[in-house]
């Protein structure tokens, strides 16, 4: 379906509630500030341990509303087997082209789930070949931003995104899914054993929060040098 104007942000994730944890606040925040933002779920979770398709849908649907975006679509590429591979590159480049971004979020390009890394990879395919005039259907674009969440993974970041004014929205967003996290205590590489996961995902983001000086933040990652114009307006004290 054809949007009236183009997205300012699109999150993809392979499924429903993954852009909740990886990329809410900033979704949150980007709405906040006037602009549009957008999720492509790739698929519809069909394979996952607790839950169904038809519940996931209608937790999808309220979590969007909340969070403010302009548009929540799903590919239907199938649980489990996400692939940078011809004809998921193709459906991807179809919504890219659609949607028009100007910044695509992605999961971190490792991780313990497949789905995840193979997202990150055939997101990167897709914003490439978008933006080629002799491929495929469609009037080529191609995102001027890729960044990709780095919320669950050690190391250091590029950048921390400020989201203390949306973080309890972020929760919000992410209690729509109680056919997922109702009562677990311990799930995969996002859960810390033993503590709920409003809990986990409060003090993971006041740790990336506390390094940007200010309650909670949002991780992100890219691999291209960041460039600076004006070092007297860098932010965060050194001392």
């Known amino acids: ?33 006037g602009h549009r933002t957008g999720i492509v779920d790739l698929t519809e979770g069909e394979r996952a341990t607790r839950g169904d398709v038809e519940t996931r849908a209608r937790e999808a649907e309220r979590a969007a509303r909340l969070m403010g975006v302009a548009v929540r679509e799903n590919l239907k590429l199938p649980d489990g087997e996400i692939a940078d591979v011809t004809p998921q590159r193709e459906r991807l480049v179809e919504a890219l082209r659609r949607l028009r971004p100007s910044v695509l979020l992605l999961p971190y390009w490792m991780g313990r789930h497949p789905d995840h890394i193979a997202c990150a990879h055939l997101g990167r395919s897709a914003v490439f070949l978008s933006g080629l005039a002799r491929y495929g259907a469609g009037e080529p674009h ?49 859960f810390a054993t033993g503590r709920e996961l409003a809990e986990t995902v409060r003090v993971k983001h006041a740790y990336y929060g506390s390094l940007i000086q200010t309650l909670y933040g949002e991780p992100y990652l890219m691999p291209e040098v960041m460039r600076v114009d004006d070092v007297t307006a860098l932010d965060v004290l050194s001392i």
């Open 142 to 190: 191609r995102p001027r931003k890729v960044l990709h969440a780095f919320a669950y993974q050690n190391g250091d970041p590029t950048f921390v995104v400020d989201i203390t004014e949306q973080f309890e929205r972020k929760l919000e967003a992410i209690a729509c899914y109680g056919s997922q996290f109702a009562g677990l205590q311990a799930a995969g590489e996002v």
């Open 1 to 33: 379906m054809p949007i009236d104007r183009p997205l300012d942000i699109l999150a993809v994730a392979p499924h429903r509630d993954d852009v909740e944890l990886l990329f809410g606040g900033v979704l949150i925040r980007t709405a906040d500030q």
